[in-house]
């Protein structure tokens, strides 16, 4: 079956549908990595975004639902240059085209994914549909409701849209209680704090310092997440009680960007963001840079980051945008890229152990 890619700028790109059929509106961006298809498509941080892996053949080991990131595919969408169909691997228990039909995802292969990457990278990320449902490019174009829906849309309410509606509690017997707050966290974040023996309570995004003083928390733990970061108002607002709480906090992506905010600093859309497994990042402290992996597409601004306060970290070494900012009069540190890399490198897990030290210091 024929599908269509159109995007706001009125360019159109034909190919196969896979997955489901029908017609999802997004954010159209690209991921560099060459594995790790399944944790990306599971990953929170896609949510309302339509995901163009610039790898040329995926889905050549299938899916095993073990490598998921979270209960449920987030994108609203997946574009491939070619989509393998007859997968090979010992853990394979079903094909991405079955992975995508199920979950009720379009997909779309036998696009020209290099030239499409190269678009986003000079004009910037922008949105686009994917449909099934049209007989030819032209008559998706003259589809004026459509167009008009492509151009007017906004990933909006995405904390809340991925967050978990009641707490949840893992590893009782852990020594030190860990407050996950879920801004759409991944399952690999979880699993880095049971693995340090960390007993973990994974929190609603917009849960309050007087809840985590009521648990009692020895530290907290900020994810990952989709969408705008000042768009989390009450969030931010929350973070500033939490913070003031003086107990050892780490964030990472979203995370980070919410407690710069929270503590007066800003952040920025980048022109098409980070989003891959090759992310060099170089830490200051240690004087060394880390290939890490990223999926953001906000940075915090260097120069609103008050000195008095807080230090910048870890920068990119490709854009020199922050990617890590420590503070000084409260235990706190933030990172852009994450840590705790699946998939990608895991070079950069230090920094759970950093903040289980932390927590230990304080009892």
């Known amino acids: ?23 999802s509106v997004g954010e159209v ?46 994108a ?18 079903k094909t991405l085209d079955a992975f995508l039909k ?18 986003i990278r000079e004009s910037g ?19 004026a409701a459509l167009m008009e829906r492509i151009r007017s849309y906004a990933v909006t309410d995405a904390v809340d849209s991925v967050t978990v509606d009641k707490e949840e509690s893992y590893n009782e017997q852990g020594k030190y209680h860990v407050a996950l707050m879920d801004f759409g966290y991944k399952r690999n974040i979880l699993r880095s704090l049971l693995q340090r023996d960390c007993k973990v309570t994974l929190v609603p995004g917009r849960t309050t310092a007087a809840r985590l003083k009521e648990l009692n928390v020895d530290g907290v733990m900020l994810s990952n997440g989709p969408g705008d970061p000042a768009e989390n108002v009450q969030i931010i607002e929350n973070l500033k ?42 830490d200051f402290a240690k004087n060394r840079t880390f290939i890490t992996s990223q999926n953001h597409g906000y940075a915090v601004v260097a120069d609103t980051v008050d000195t008095s306060i807080a ?24 990172v852009q890229f994450h840590p705790e890399a699946c998939g990608g490198p895991r070079d950069t897990g230090y920094l759970f152990d950093e903040f289980v030290s932390m927590m230990k210091g304080g009892h």
């Open 102 to 119: 199920e979950q009720n995802i379009i997909g779309l292969a036998g696009v020209d994914t290099r030239r499409l990457t190269r678009l």
């Open 76 to 93: 609203f969408g997946y574009i491939v240059r070619e989509v393998c169909d007859a997968p090979s691997n010992f853990r394979c228990k």
């Open 29 to 74: 961006v690209f991921n560099t990595g060459m594995v790790g298809y399944e944790e990306t498509l599971t990953d929170p941080s896609y949510y309302g975004q339509i995901i163009t892996q610039t790898y040329p053949l995926v889905g050549n080991y299938g899916v095993n639902g073990e490598d998921a990131e979270s209960n449920r595919i987030h």
């Open 1 to 23: 079956m024929k599908a269509y890619l159109v995007l706001a700028n009125g360019m159109v790109f034909e190919g196969e549908n896979f997955g489901a059929a029908g017609t």
């Open 311 to 334: 230090e910048v970290s870890h920068v990119n070494a490709n854009d020199g945008t922050v990617e890590g900012v420590r503070y000084k009069n409260m235990p706190c540190f933030t």
């Open 241 to 282: 009680d939490i913070l003031a709480m003086n107990k050892p906090v780490f964030g990472i992506c979203l995370g980070h960007q919410l407690t710069a905010l929270a503590m007066g600093a800003k952040t920025a859309k980048l022109k098409y963001g980070h989003r891959g497994v090759n992310q060099p990042v170089t």
């Open 125 to 143: 990320v922008m949105n686009g549909a994917l449909t099934t449902e049209y007989d030819s490019a032209d008559a998706v174009l003259a589809d």
